[in-house]
């Protein structure tokens, strides 16, 4: 068998951690589709050249969003309180042409940060292929073209509306395998003075709280500032700041533009020495992460069924994508978790990819609240907790598996 290749260097990877047969992270079903469900091997590799951490395969982009996509953004307060930052944060930054500027965001899903600019009445586009979040946004005021991001879809934006001044992606970049195109594809689109602004879970952050279910279908890579730097390097661009943001567990705001254009930021040097020390760049760190997340799989089924055998009632709280390769990897069923409650209409009166338990809707957690509730939507814990008090005070109890397997209260 020949050794897998890294999508950036073109060097052989060498295999790290494996998953085993996973289901798609946002594919959930009803019962007819069962038997025909789609799965593929999930198996993590790392690359010492381009120091890139990635799925070895990965389905088809177009398997995984289309015009049925199951996660929309503006499902979280908080979130739309971060992108309503991040859009201050853009405005504010100096780097946007004073007259006319052009901002352009890589996946905006249903416009939760654009609108903030569409509403500034300032020029934008999204680029969104899941046709159905592509349309929510357009209905909101936000310009969306519904195609996936190429170099080719750059070059058109540029011959018909010019070259832009910010390029913004948030949740997105590690999405895409042709990485190297998308990093040709934003050099030609940035302005000579444009920048680069994009943020995505963060690799150091994955490995200190063991957050293993970063790691689906969708996330074919898990950055680094060294594994950002190295592959726009190779296409004439640099990071000139790093941002680390508590969204999604941990996660980097990187900041790049064309080489030499702007200083580079002390943050930057130093992220690269902490990344030493973490050991971000080398095969060794992948090891020890993968015998922390199988400790976190063994912690987890033991403490399921020891509470199943009392007696009592376990769901769970957000059908995440994360969730699915916790209940696959796990092997975690109806058995164990009676129903997972998500506000999501799409995802409601399904079953969760692979493992089959149902999804209802928020309404059944008030309803008929579990003795237990495991917080698979764990980045958005404050926010939940805080909406949740009466479920604690009546003696509910919240499993949480990030950092480590226990019980909170
Ligand atoms: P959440 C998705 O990941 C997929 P997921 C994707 N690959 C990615 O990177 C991130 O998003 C950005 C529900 N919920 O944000 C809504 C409640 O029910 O952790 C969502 O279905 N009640 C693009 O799916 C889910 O939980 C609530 O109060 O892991 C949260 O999904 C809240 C706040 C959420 O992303
Ligand atoms: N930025 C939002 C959405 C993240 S979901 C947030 O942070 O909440 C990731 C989005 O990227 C999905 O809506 C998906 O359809 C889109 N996407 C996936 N591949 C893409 C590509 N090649 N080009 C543009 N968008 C893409």
């Given at each position: 068998?020949?050794?897998?290749?890294?999508?950036?260097?073109?060097?052989?990877i060498n295999r790290a951690i494996d998953f085993g047969?996973q289901?798609?992270?946002?594919?959930?079903?009803?019962?007819?589709?069962?038997?025909?469900?789609?799965?593929?091997?999930m198996e993590m590799g790392f690359c010492e050249?381009?120091m890139m951490f990635q799925l070895i395969?990965?389905?088809?982009?177009?398997?995984?969003?289309?015009?049925?996509?199951?996660?929309?953004?503006?499902?979280?307060?908080?979130?739309?309180?971060?992108?309503?930052?991040?859009?201050?944060?853009?405005?504010?930054?100096?780097?946007?042409?004073?007259?006319?500027?052009?901002?352009?965001?890589?996946?905006?899903?249903?416009?939760?940060?654009?609108?903030?600019?569409?509403?500034?009445?300032?020029?934008?586009?999204?680029?969104?292929?899941?046709?159905?979040?592509?349309?929510?946004?357009?209905?909101?005021?936000?310009?969306?073209?519904?195609?996936?991001?190429?170099?080719?879809?750059?070059?058109?934006?540029?011959?018909?509306?010019?070259?832009?001044?910010?390029?913004?992606?948030?949740?997105?970049?590690c999405?895409?395998?042709?990485?190297?195109?998308?990093?040709?594809?934003?050099?030609?689109?940035?302005?000579?003075?444009?920048?680069?602004?994009?943020?995505d879970p963060y690799l150091g952050d994955v490995i200190e709280k063991t957050s293993y279910d970063q790691i689906y279908?969708?996330h074919v890579f898990l950055f680094s500032?060294h594994s950002?730097?190295?592959?726009?390097?190779?296409?004439?661009?640099?990071?000139?700041?790093?941002?680390?943001?508590?969204?999604h567990g941990g996660?980097m705001?990187?900041?790049?533009?064309?080489?030499?254009?702007?200083?580079?930021?002390?943050?930057?040097?130093?992220?690269?020495?902490k990344e030493q020390e973490l050991g971000l760049h080398k095969q060794s760190t992948f090891e020890t992460f993968r015998r922390s997340i199988e400790q976190s799989r063994v912690d987890l089924?033991?403490?399921?069924?020891?509470?199943?055998?009392?007696?009592?009632?376990?769901?769970?709280?957000?059908?995440?994508?994360k969730?699915?390769t916790v209940?696959?990897y796990c092997?975690?069923?109806?058995?164990?978790?009676?129903?997972?409650?998500?506000?999501?209409?799409?995802?409601?009166?399904?079953?969760?990819?692979?493992?089959?338990?149902?999804?209802?809707?928020?309404?059944?957690?008030?309803?008929?609240?579990?003795?237990?509730?495991?917080?698979?939507?764990?980045?958005?814990?404050?926010?939940?907790?805080?909406?949740?008090?009466?479920?604690?005070?009546?003696?509910?109890?919240?499993?949480?598996h990030i950092p480590k397997v226990?019980?909170?209260?």
């Amino acid at each position: 068998m020949n050794a897998p290749l890294c999508r950036i260097s073109g060097q052989a990877i060498n295999r790290a951690i494996d998953f085993g047969i996973q289901p798609l992270g946002n594919g959930f079903l009803l019962p007819e589709f069962f038997s025909s469900e789609y799965f593929y091997p999930m198996e993590m590799g790392f690359c010492e050249t381009s120091m890139m951490f990635q799925l070895i395969e990965q389905p088809a982009p177009e398997q995984m969003f289309h015009e049925h996509y199951a996660f929309y953004s503006s499902t979280s307060r908080y979130m739309e309180w971060h992108f309503a930052e991040f859009a201050n944060q853009v405005k504010q930054s100096g780097y946007l042409a004073k007259v006319d500027p052009f901002v352009v965001e890589l996946g905006c899903n249903d416009g939760i940060m654009l609108k903030n600019f569409a509403s500034a009445g300032m020029r934008h586009l999204g680029i969104e292929p899941s046709r159905n979040v592509a349309a929510v946004a357009n209905g909101n005021g936000v310009r969306t073209l519904s195609e996936f991001f190429s170099e080719a879809v750059a070059e058109k934006i540029v011959r018909e509306e010019g070259q832009a001044d910010a390029f913004l992606a948030a949740n997105v970049m590690c999405h895409i395998p042709d990485m190297l195109g998308v990093v040709k594809g934003i050099r030609a689109l940035l302005k000579p003075t444009g920048v680069v602004m994009f943020e995505d879970p963060y690799l150091g952050d994955v490995i200190e709280k063991t957050s293993y279910d970063q790691i689906y279908d969708e996330h074919v890579f898990l950055f680094s500032a060294h594994s950002v730097q190295y592959m726009f390097q190779l296409h004439g661009m640099e990071l000139i700041d790093v941002l680390p943001q508590k969204t999604h567990g941990g996660s980097m705001r990187y900041v790049l533009a064309h080489a030499g254009a702007y200083p580079v930021s002390q943050a930057v040097t130093q992220l690269f020495v902490k990344e030493q020390e973490l050991g971000l760049h080398k095969q060794s760190t992948f090891e020890t992460f993968r015998r922390s997340i199988e400790q976190s799989r063994v912690d987890l089924v033991n403490l399921l069924r020891e509470l199943k055998s009392q007696g009592k009632r376990i769901a769970g709280y957000g059908a995440t994508s994360k969730s699915t390769t916790v209940l696959n990897y796990c092997g975690i069923g109806p058995d164990l978790i009676e129903f997972i409650s998500d506000t999501t209409p799409i995802k409601q009166g399904k079953f969760t990819p692979g493992m089959h338990i149902p999804v209802k809707p928020y309404e059944v957690f008030q309803a008929s609240p579990p003795d237990y509730a495991v917080l698979f939507a764990w980045n958005h814990a404050e926010e939940i907790m805080a909406k949740e008090k009466a479920f604690v005070e009546a003696g509910g109890r919240w499993i949480v598996h990030i950092p480590k397997v226990q019980v909170l209260g």
